[in-house]
């Protein structure tokens, strides 16, 4: 029986939480937290504004895109390519969906005050992979920026 007990409050080492399906939604939100920790810096900007910008393209309250974010950062551990989830990406949006995405990524780099090489090369990765044209990818970066401004 006191072995038992002891079992209660052992951790289990049999217990994962269960991954995220590898959907568009959480390809999407795994790519944003790829984005923001490229730069070997996940920082609460950078957090609040995927929460944002998850609310806001799923119609969540707060609380909901943090969740939603946490279990996309379980995916990307599972899935740390971004190549990987721009093709779950690639084959699950349409072309407007695909700019929007890439203006969430611009949204996500900026929203930390930085831009980092190792950023600006995985926008281009992005960029070539869901196949916005780079004019189209100029535009939303200073979309990305104007609205930082707005803030």
Not at 18 to 35: F, I, Y
Not at 54 to 71: V, W
Not at 113 to 122: C, M
Request: aromatic residues 6%.
């Amino acid at each position: 029986m006191f072995e038992r007990i002891l079992q209660l409050f052992s951790p289990s080492h049999n217990y994962r939480t269960p991954l995220p399906a590898a959907d568009a939604k959480h390809a999407l939100g795994a790519l944003l937290v790829r984005v923001a920790q490229v730069d070997h810096a996940y920082l609460f900007q950078e957090v609040e504004q995927i929460d944002r910008i998850l609310a806001k393209r799923f119609g969540l309250n707060q609380l909901e895109a943090a969740k939603l974010r946490a279990s996309c950062e379980r995916l990307l551990d599972e899935i740390p390519e971004a190549d990987k989830l721009l093709a779950v990406l690639h084959d699950a949006i349409d072309l407007p969906e695909r700019e929007a995405t890439l203006l969430a990524v611009w949204q996500v780099i900026y929203s930390d005050g930085i831009l980092h090489e190792s950023q600006d090369e995985i926008v281009t990765l992005v960029q070539q992979t869901l196949g916005v044209s780079p004019e189209v990818c100029a535009r939303l970066r200073s979309e990305a920026l104007a609205s930082l401004k707005d803030v």
